[in-house]
Structures are given as structure tokens and as C-alpha cells.
């Protein structure tokens, strides 16, 4: 047991620096569906299967060929899951040797089992009628395809909730504005009128602001430095800190150095960030239920918290930044604020365990960890919505601003979400797509062109359409070129990994990719 | 198949068939890119790597298996690939690709080179070897969530080697040995301390107090206890620590007493160095098992060394993070050293990430990156230079919601020191201090790129400095510089005969170098001002995926972790940069005029490390 665990440690070893031992247990614990087991599609799963995914299920009606000799021929979803199966025995590999609109004709329930199901290459008619089923369902659906060199992907989730954001330039949480008791005296311990010089410049640089702002604050009013005049006052009062050596030029204190770098992150007044508060006002962590998810009922929590013994604020929390000062300093520093934050967090588990109890549920169904990570992380909450396919498609919602705003620029990705559409039309009236057969490609550009008119023309969008893209997509035949299926299969296993390990903010909701120019954009559509 | 050309041009489509490239490295990336190779079209692929496959490697490179573990990575990955597509004609070669072999003339046996490399050491070799076979080059990388893309053609772009990339952090000699102030700096003695005791024993890598140190400044009263001092650890001194640790029969209580308590009482007769630090406290023997697990340290010295002893007289071991035993005592011995020097104690995760240079790596990016790698392949093959694009991947959509950004290829560097028509470097040494061996080895193999260097003296009489040859100058390695009358402005010809390279390199002699800093490379020319000192940011090319047991062993080979990708997010010039070639050049010379901007934004991502876990520290 332990030496699997070991040998399991050692193959993950890369990613779980990025994602972490509780990422890692996420994807394991997910069961992944797959329809269409095309070179996109088997893209995507390989780059699952190689991370440790729980398992997966291939839905495919098609059959294959062995390139070497045609006569051999294979269900499609089978040969795929066994040559996937061979890259990772820790995954479980299934298959359904059916095509997706068959199974959503006998038994739609099917698909309800599955933590994230990715639809691959799908005609439009079946990407709607699973997207309505899925949408009900409250199951992620990823819509995915490569058409010639363009590549999208579609996310539809009604809610995605995510704890650990992984912000990229998170500020500090130091209080240094309204410090709490336990760092108020621990500053109060601190004399740097009377330290020795060793001591004085081993002062970590957050006891040097604030010690200066006291003094700044008994010449202010009590005012925080605000605008870019007071902070370089605030700087110059700090500098004037710095020590003297028998010749009055002023002592090598780096402490101080790095204190008078730092005034302006360390002074950002401490509030609730916006993402958070609409968290804390959305209806959902109003209404807790026995059915509410965790994330909710902790939201719910952390928003008694900050009304009630925060004061306003959201609990500490309890890490701070690497600094110049001797360990023994540093350390008690550290441990302020970490026991601020471990205490912040017990209150916080009292709420949540009175709210689980109100709702009927044990107290320990949420752990002391994890509510420990959602206090750490209160501050970078994040909650993403994205509008379904019916929205989408619907005349009344549509995103016509977003569309007509796009295509005012030109060459903007924009105009390939239209060509993609007009594609699919093309296929209702033709049964297939334009430019698959060399000799009707003329005809084709015609008729696709037709087919850009009539969307135009029914969804009332005023934009101009260029023929370069109508050749283009017609020459593209349809085919799924394999680099760009490359490229696809691993942007949406990564896509897939957030949504499934919760970690990081996936895209919401339209990525499309450019290869001819190697361009890609998002939209919210 | 024939479907998946459909998109090509019929010639392009057919080039592909008759065409023969090499892919340089068939790990993370390489693998992804082999794939996709042959499923373009491409049938003529030779691919070389000199690594076996480890486990940690399974997590993306998808040729391999289980089974795998321990064999050649070129040729597994040929096999691998031939049971998907029989049809195609793939060569393996289980060697460095900076083995003399492959010379020029075997360069120009393909159309296309596409590295898939993870050290900075091979990537300017081959970028030598494309230029002086003129052969493009496709350049890639990734770390964690970041990749990169560029093409490289002779004369029309910039070479891998046109703009300065960031060095890795180096920590001076006498900060490991005498003065560490982070964790890191007691990691890195740790894993000197494997190499002095069952490794490679190396002068640069000494973990003993170092009594040199300048900051000492011994005055004659401190001589006599320092002799005092010495006596103490009698003949310890003067052999090496290896031999002295064989000769206790690698006593863990022996080791132990001289390391962390002995050696740690010594520094602290250095009370100079003291007196604004906190000083160590020596460890005791009976104490350590109150340190909880990092008390095993017995453990791992008994377990290394009948390793040792089962590889029989002479052998050595070679430091491996996914060696257990090895990465397990490099634990111990760090965190016992940072209770001495009152640092916070680190995990084994942790300290591996750091004595390991991890990078972190994963199945999607290097999915993503050997994707953009074919189709800048296939422009490349239609010789469209103009349309070829660098590309940087970021971690998510930036502000402008672009995952994607590409950036125009910028005109070569005029004065490169590699692809220059008449290349020249400037170097500021202490022609008394620096010996022959240093110049061959520290300034023209490592810093300078080169493989097997010859070298004369400009003086008019041709003076053979060094020869490649075995055995013609190894007299001249120990002499110093100003020896053979080298002074000031003196100019050396270094020829590298592999890489079909001449490097014209001006000196300029200097007594006030920085403390442990042993030269400068101070500019292109001495009649040029020096480079600008501000890379490019986004610029620089990641070295991926590092995470082969081998070359991260030795300290030569680990400086090569040196990734310092920094998000193209923050960048001005390449978020702003991807429509026409003519919009992207203004930005580009914008952004050229804003280089004090670009300067303080590097010092912050430098200074300032985000939290995140995909930092890579480089060491040593």
C-alpha cells in the first residue's frame, strides 16, 4: 500500500507541484466522458489519462481502419480505449460502441454519472440536445473541435466554483491598517530607539512600517498616508529611521531598504475584495440547504465571520512574504499572524459547523482543513457562470453587442465563431460539410456563402464577412489536421484539469485558435 | 492520413513525405512531437537523446511505459511510435547530441531541426551547429504552465544566442561554507557535501569553513586561534574529505561531530563574521534525535555507503533527486544545517524542488507547444520566414484575453557574439589570477558556449594557448594568463572546430572584480558599448522540463535549470504584439525606447517571486 503510494508520489512528482496532493486526489476521483474518439478527441484523453485520471468512458459509434491493411477494421471506442488504457494502469478505461444521439434517444440518464463529459467533433444538432440535457443535469460540458486550422471550445457550466484561484500577483495580507491585538502588542514589544545596531537592522520590515506609522499617524490625524505625496513623506520618515554611522552617513539597513519599497502594498487598506462580497450576497450562500454545496455553506460561513467577530474583515490570512530578518524575529512575526489566522479559522468552523447542523448534516461532513484553505484563500473566491447553448443560439439572448463589437476590428477571431456557424448550417442543408470532395469546392464557396448571408441575416448582425474566409474555410474540407488537434487536445485536457481539481479560473465560455496566424481569443458568448 | 493533408498545399504535402529532419530530445516535449510528426506526414525523422526513462517521466511522456523504465528514450520512442506507424523511417540515437559526431556535415543531412532540449548547454550547441550547417531551427520550451516557441534561420532572425539570457543565481563559495542566510544555501552545501563523500569530489564544491573568506580579514591575534583552532581537526584538513570519511569507515557519528559541530565551532573563532549575524550553534551527537525525522540521517549514511561499497574499489555515486537514499540524506544534512544556522526547517518536497531545480511539468503544456512546434515547421519548410512567429503560451488568458502570443521574429543581433559575420566578445579578467585551465573551462566551454576549444594568442607569432588535442597544452593549464604575456587589451582566436566557430576575444585586465567573481563578459567589442544588460523579457526561451535523473546531477550540468520565464502577461511589448508584422515592429521599437520600464519590471519579478509553485530556483 505504502509502496504504491511511493511509486504513485514519484510518477505524479512534476504536477503535483502545480496542483498539489488534494488536486491530484480531485482527478483521480473523476469519471470523464468522451464522445468521439477522433485525433481531438484522443488528444484530450491522453493528456488525461497520463496525469491519473479515476476513469474514463468513450462514447463512438464510429469504426476504424488499421492504416496498414483495411480489411481490419475496429469499433472505434474500443481501439481507443485500449491503446489509451496502455498509457497509465492506474486509470479505468470504458466504452459504448454507440453514437451520442442514440444513447440521448434511449436513455439520456446515462450521461448524469459523469463528473465532466467533453463532446468532440459534433454536429450541432447533437451539441445542443446534450448541452439542454447536461444543463439540466448540472453536469460540465466541454464542447470541443478542430475544423481545418481553427480550433474551439465551448465550456457550459451553470456554476464553477473555484477556492484556490492561484491569483498571479496576490497582495499581501498584513493589516498593518487595522492591526489586530495580537499584533498590536507584538509591534509593541519592539523599541527601535533603543536596539542595538545588529538588532535594528534585523527588524523585520513590516515592525519598521509600523512602527512609523504610529508616528505618522500621531502627526496625521491618524490618517493613513493616502495619495503619492504622502507616501513618499511616509518613505522619507522611514529613511530618516535608518542609522548612523560616527560619520553621519546613514548605515547599511537593507530592513529598512526593503520597508520603504514596500509602503505601498503595505498600506493597501484591508477590505473585502468585490468578487468576494458578491459571493458573500449571492443567493446561494443565503439559502443553505442539506443540498447546498460545501463551497456555500463555507462562503456562509466566512460572511458570519466578517459580520460579526471580523469586523468587517475577512479572517487573516497567516502568511507573510520572505524578508530580511534574523530567524528568531521572523519567526515570531510568522507565528502571529499564523495563529491569528489558525484562530480566525476556528471561528470560522464554528459557524459552519452551526450551519451544517441547522441543515440536518453532521458538523465533521466539511473538514477542518478544507475550511482551513477556504479562509487562506478567502480573498481570491471565485465563482464562474457561464451562459448555455440555449442562451447561445436563442434570438432573444444572443450576444449581439459582444458580436458586433468584435467584428468592428478587423481579423478579429470573432469572424471564425461565424464561419463555424455557417459551416454547421451548411451541413443541416447539405448533410455534409463544404469542400470535403475536391470537385464540388467551386460550388461550394457558394453555397457556404449563402449560408454566412442567411446567418447574418436572421440574427440581424450588420457586419461584413470576408470572402478570404469563405475560400478558407472551404478549403479546409472539414479535416481535423493532427497538430492542431494537438494543440486543442492540450488546451482542453488543461481546461479539464481546473475543472475538475477546482484549481484556477477556466476560460468563460468561447476559446477559439487561429493557426494559420497562431492567434486565440475568449469570449463571453 | 491522406485527409490530414488535406488543408497542405499539394508541393508542401509532398515535402513532407521526401523531407528528413532531426528532433534534438525525446522527453516531454519531444514525444508530443514525434506524434505529431508523423501524423502530418513527416516520414524521414531521426531523434537523439543521450537519457534513460525514469519514472517521474510517465506523467506525459506518452511513449513510454512502465516497462520503459531504465531504457533508452530515443529508442523506445522510435519503437513506440513505429507500432502507431509502421510506415514511417525513424533513426534513434541514444547520445548527446554534442558528441563530435554529429559535425556539421551530419547537420546538413536535414532540411529542419527541431530542438526539444531541457539544458541551455545543448540548445546553444545546436543553434551553433544549425548556423554553420544554415539549416533552420525550431526552438521550444516549457515550465509548468508557460511555453515557447521560435523559429531560427541564419541571416533573417535572431539566433538562440542574439540576446542576452538572465543568468542563474550562483552563490559565492563562502556564503555555502561559512555564511549561509537561506535555506537554499544549505541545501546547495548538502548536495556538495554527497559529491565530497560518495560523488565526484570537485575544489569548487568544498563544504569545510572556508578561511579565505575576505570578510574574515584575519588580523595576527586571530591567526593564533585559528591555529588553536585547526589543531583540533588535525589531519582532517589536509586530506580529502572523501578519504577522511572512508578512513572512519563512514562513522554517522564521526561525520556527524565534524560537520555540524566540530566544523560549526571552528567558524565561530571567525567571530568577524558574526558580529552583524546571528551566529551558528553546533549541533550535538545525543541531541539530533529531538529533531525528529531528520535524526534518520544515520540511516541514509549507512545506506549510501554500502551502495558505495557495492559498487566496488573507486566507484562513485552521482547525485539523483529520484534516488531516495540520496535525496533523503541531502534532506537531513540541509535541514541539520539550517538548525545550525537557525533557519526554518524545509520539507523533503520542498527541498527536492530546490536541490532538484524542478520544473514542474505536465502532458498539456508540452501537448500545446509540440502542436504550435509542426506548424511552424511546415512554414518553415515553405521557406515563409516572414509568416514564422515566436509564441509565448501563457498560464490563462492574459488581461486582453489572448492564451496565445505570438510576436514578429526579430533581425539578428548585429552583434552577436555567435552569429555575427566576425564575431567578438570582450572579457575583463586578472591576467595573474586567471590560469589557462579557467579560461578553457569557465569562460569559453561554459559561459562561452563552446565544446572543444583551440586557441591562440594575437601576438604575431600565432602562440597556441590550448589545443583541442589531447595532450599538447595540458602544461599551459596551471600557468596563469600574464605567463604567455597576456595583459591588457591583448587579443585572443578561440576556434571551435565542431561547431565551425571563431570567436575573436578581447581581454581587459582588472584588479577590482567583485569578490568571488572570476571575469565579467563585459560587451561584444571593446570599441562598441556594451550591450545593452536588459534581456528582452519574454524573450528568453524556457528550458523544459529538467527533470532527467543524469545531467542535473553534476554542478555543471544543474546550472543549466536555469529557466527564468517570465510571464508574457506582464509584458508590454508581446501583449500588445499580434496582428501585422508592421504593427508588431513599432511596438517593437517602442518597447526598445522603454527599456528602463522593462528594466525595473525584471528587477520586480526577480526581487519579488510569485508565490506560486512553478518558480524555479536554479542553484549552483
Known amino acids: 500500500m505504502t509502496d504504491h ?35 481531438t478527441g484522443t488528444e484530450i484523453l491522453k493528456n488525461l489519462v497520463l496525469p491519473g485520471i479515476g476513469a474514463f468512458t468513450i462514447v463512438d459509434g464510429h469504426k476504424v481502419h488499421w492504416p ?44 448524469h454519472r459523469f463528473s465532466l463529459v467533453i463532446g468532440v467533433q459534433l454536429p450541432e444538432s447533437t451539441c445542443l440536445r446534450l448541452g439542454s440535457v447536461l444543463w439540466d443535469a448540472g453536469v460540465t460540458f466541454l464542447v470541443c473541435r478542430t475544423y481545418g486550422l481553427i480550433g474551439y471550445m465551448r465550456l457550459i457550466v451553470k456554476e464553477h466554483t473555484v477556492i484556490e484561484s492561484h491569483p498571479d500577483n496576490a497582495l499581501e495580507d498584513l493589516r498593518l491598517d487595522q492591526p489586530f491585538t495580537e499584533l498590536k502588542h507584538h509591534i509593541e514589544s519592539y523599541d527601535l530607539d533603543s536596539m542595538a545596531k545588529k538588532d535594528h537592522s534585523h527588524t523585520p520590515w513590516i515592525i519598521v512600517v509600523a512602527k512609523y506609522l504610529e508616528k505618522w499617524y500621531s502627526e496625521h490625524n491618524s490618517q493613513l498616508p493616502k495619495n503619492y505625496k504622502e507616501k513618499e513623506a511616509f518613505r522619507q520618515l522611514i529613511r530618516e529611521g535608518i542609522l548612523t554611522n560616527e560619520n553621519g552617513k546613514p548605515e547599511d539597513e537593507e530592513n529598512f531598504e526593503e520597508a520603504i519599497k514596500n509602503v505601498n502594498t503595505a498600506l493597501n487598506p484591508t477590505k473585502v475584495p468585490s468578487a ?48 530580511i530578518a534574523d530567524s528568531d524575529k521572523f519567526i515570531k512575526l510568522q507565528n502571529v499572524y499564523r495563529d491569528k489566522a489558525m484562530k480566525d479559522a476556528a471561528v470560522v468552523s464554528k459557524h459552519v459547523e452551526a450551519l451544517l447542523q441547522s441543515v440536518g448534516k453532521p458538523p465533521e461532513s466539511i473538514s477542518e482543513q478544507k475550511i482551513k484553505l477556504f479562509c487562506k484563500n478567502a480573498a481570491f473566491l471565485r465563482v464562474v457562470h457561464c451562459r448555455s447553448l440555449a442562451e447561445e443560439y436563442s434570438m432573444d439572448t444572443f450576444n449581439k453587442d459582444e458580436i458586433t463589437s468584435c467584428m468592428d476590428s478587423t481579423d478579429s477571431e470573432m469572424v471564425l465563431y461565424l464561419m463555424l456557424h455557417s459551416v454547421d448550417r451548411f451541413y443541416q442543408q447539405h448533410s455534409r460539410y463544404p469542400g470535403v ?38 478549403r479546409y474540407g472539414a479535416a481535423e489536421p493532427h497538430t492542431v488537434a494537438a494543440f486543442l487536445g492540450g488546451s482542453a485536457a488543461q481546461e479539464a484539469i481546473k475543472i475538475i481539481t477546482h484549481q484556477f479560473v477556466p476560460f468563460n465560455n468561447t476559446f477559439l485558435y487561429n493557426a494559420m496566424s497562431q492567434t486565440s481569443a475568449t469570449f463571453q458568448l | 492520413m491522406a485527409q490530414l493533408v488535406g488543408p497542405l498545399r499539394k508541393e508542401l504535402a509532398d515535402s513532407l513525405s521526401s523531407c528528413r529532419v532531426l528532433v534534438v530530445g525525446a522527453g516531454g516535449i519531444g514525444c508530443e512531437l514525434l506524434k505529431n510528426l508523423v501524423l502530418t506526414g513527416f516520414k524521414n525523422i531521426e531523434v537523439i537523446d543521450l537519457d534513460t526513462i525514469d519514472v517521474s517521466n510517465l506523467n506525459r511522456q506518452f511513449l513510454f511505459q512502465k516497462k520503459h523504465v531504465g531504457k533508452s528514450k530515443a529508442q523506445v520512442a522510435k519503437e513506440s511510435v513505429l507500432r502507431f506507424c509502421p510506415s514511417a523511417n525513424i533513426t534513434a540515437y541514444h547520445d548527446s547530441i554534442m558528441n ?40 521550444s520550451g516549457t515550465a509548468g504552465y508557460l511555453g515557447q516557441v521560435t523559429v531560427i534561420k541564419k541571416g533573417q532572425t535572431e539566433c538562440y544566442e542574439c540576446q542576452p539570457k538572465p543568468t542563474q543565481k550562483t552563490f559565492p563559495g563562502c556564503t555555502i561554507r561559512n555564511t549561509p542566510s537561506e535555506p537554499i544555501h544549505c541545501i546547495v552545501w548538502a548536495k556538495y557535501l554527497f559529491n565530497q563523500l560518495f560523488g565526484e569530489e570537485d575544489a569548487d564544491q568544498e563544504v569545510s569553513p572556508d578561511t579565505a573568506d575576505p570578510e574574515v580579514a584575519w588580523n595576527p591575534a586571530d591567526a593564533a586561534a585559528r591555529a588553536t583552532a585547526s589543531n583540533k581537526d588535525g589531519d582532517i ?48 551527537w545525543t541531541e539530533i534525535h529531538q529533531l525528529g525525522v531528520f535524526g534518520y540521517i544515520e540511516n541514509y549514511v549507512k545506506t549510501l555507503r554500502s551502495q558505495l561499497i557495492e559498487k566496488g574499489e573507486g566507484a562513485e555515486l552521482v547525485w539523483d533527486k529520484d534516488d531516495p537514499p540520496a535525496m533523503d540524506f541531502v534532506t537531513a544534512a540541509a535541514n541539520l544545517r539550517m538548525n545550525v544556522f537557525s533557519m526554518n526547517m524545509k520539507s523533503r518536497f520542498d527541498v ?47 488581461p486582453r484575453k489572448k492564451l496565445l502570443v505570438p510576436c514578429a521574429l526579430d533581425p539578428p543581433n548585429p552583434n552577436c557574439f555567435v552569429c555575427a559575420s566576425k564575431p567578438e566578445v570582450t572579457v575583463k579578467l586578472n591576467v595573474h589570477k586567471t590560469i589557462v585551465q579557467a579560461l578553457q573551462d569557465k569562460i569559453l566551454k561554459e559561459k562561452l558556449g563552446m565544446v572543444a576549444p583551440d586557441v591562440q594568442i594575437e601576438d604575431g607569432k600565432g602562440t597556441i594557448l590550448i589545443s583541442s588535442e589531447e595532450g599538447e597544452t595540458e602544461a599551459n593549464n596551471n600557468k596563469f594568463l600574464s605567463d604567455f604575456g597576456i595583459r591588457n587589451g591583448s587579443r585572443l582566436q578561440a576556434d571551435d572546430f565542431l561547431q565551425d566557430y571563431t570567436l575573436l576575444v578581447n581581454l581587459i585586465h582588472s584588479e577590482e572584480l567583485e569578490k568571488d567573481v572570476e571575469f565579467e563578459v ?47 502577461d506582464e509584458e508590454p511589448s508581446s501583449s500588445t504584439m499580434e496582428t501585422s508584422p508592421e504593427s508588431s515592429n513599432r511596438k517593437r521599437k517602442h518597447h526598445d525606447a522603454d527599456t528602463d520600464d522593462a528594466a525595473s519590471k525584471r528587477k520586480r519579478l526577480d526581487q519579488q517571486p510569485a508565490d506560486d509553485d512553478e518558480d524555479i530556483i536554479a542553484l549552483d
Not at chain 1, 483495411?70 to 486509470?91: G, I, K, M, P, Y
Not at chain 2, 514542474?360 to 508540452?366: L, R
Open chain 1, 5 to 39: 503510494k511511493t511509486s504513485k508520489e514519484q510518477k505524479y512528482d512534476r504536477q503535483l507541484r502545480l496542483w498539489g496532493d488534494h488536486g491530484q486526489e480531485a482527478l483521480e476521483n473523476a469519471h470523464v466522458c468522451l464522445i468521439n474518439a477522433t485525433a
Open chain 1, 68 to 111: 496498414a491493411n483495411h480489411c481490419l477494421v475496429f469499433n472505434r471506442a474500443q481501439a481507443a480505449t485500449e491503446l489509451l488504457q496502455e498509457l497509465n494502469s492506474d486509470v479505468s478505461g470504458n466504452f459504448v460502441e454507440e453514437s451520442p444521439d442514440k444513447l440521448l434517444d434511449n436513455d439520456p440518464e446515462f450521461f
Open chain 1, 276 to 323: 468576494t462580497e458578491d459571493i458573500f450576497n449571492a443567493e446561494q450562500c443565503e439559502n443553505i440547504t442539506s443540498q447546498s454545496p460545501s463551497f456555500w455553506v463555507m462562503a456562509q460561513g466566512v460572511r458570519d465571520f466578517v459580520r460579526n467577530e471580523g469586523n468587517g474583515k475577512l479572517p487573516v490570512r497567516g502568511t507573510i512574504p520572505d524578508m
Open chain 1, 437 to 474: 470532395y475536391n470537385y464540388q469546392v467551386e460550388e461550394d464557396i457558394n453555397n457556404l456563402k449563402l449560408c454566412v448571408n442567411s446567418l447574418l441575416q436572421e440574427y440581424s448582425l450588420n457586419v461584413n464577412v470576408k470572402d478570404d474566409y469563405i475560400h478558407e474555410f472551404c
Open chain 2, 100 to 139: 563530435p559526431d554529429y559535425n556539421v556535415e551530419f547537420f546538413r543531412n536535414f532540411q529542419l531541426v527541431m530542438n526539444a532540449l531541457d539544458n541551455r548547454a545543448a540548445r546553444n550547441h545546436v543553434n551553433r551547429m544549425c548556423l554553420a550547417a544554415d539549416i533552420p531551427l525550431i526552438e
Open chain 2, 237 to 284: 584538513k589536509r586530506v580529502s574529505t572523501k578519504e577522511w570519511a572512508r578512513s572512519t569507515g563512514y562513522d554517522p557519528v564521526k561525520l556527524f561531530n565534524k560537520l555540524f559541530k566540530d566544523d560549526i565551532m571552528y567558524l565561530l573563532t571567525m567571530d568577524k563574521l558574526w558580529k552583524k549575524r546571528k551566529a551558528p550553534l553546533p549541533l550535538d
Open chain 2, 352 to 398: 527536492k524542488s530546490m536541490a532538484g531545480n524542478i520544473i514542474p511539468a505536465i502532458a498539456t503544456t508540452n501537448a500545446v507547444i509540440a502542436g504550435l512546434i509542426v506548424l511552424e515547421a511546415l512554414k518553415t519548410l515553405n521557406s515563409d520566414f516572414d509568416q514564422c512567429r515566436t509564441i509565448f503560451l501563457n498560464k490563462q488568458p492574459n
Open chain 2, 522 to 568: 563585459v560587451g561584444d567589442a571593446p570599441d562598441k558599448a556594451p550591450a545593452p544588460n536588459v534581456p528582452e523579457e519574454g524573450k528568453n526561451i524556457a528550458n523544459g522540463n529538467k527533470d532527467s535523473a543524469q545531467p542535473s546531477t553534476s554542478s555543471k550540468a544543474a546550472e543549466d535549470d536555469d529557466v527564468l520565464i517570465v510571464d508574457s
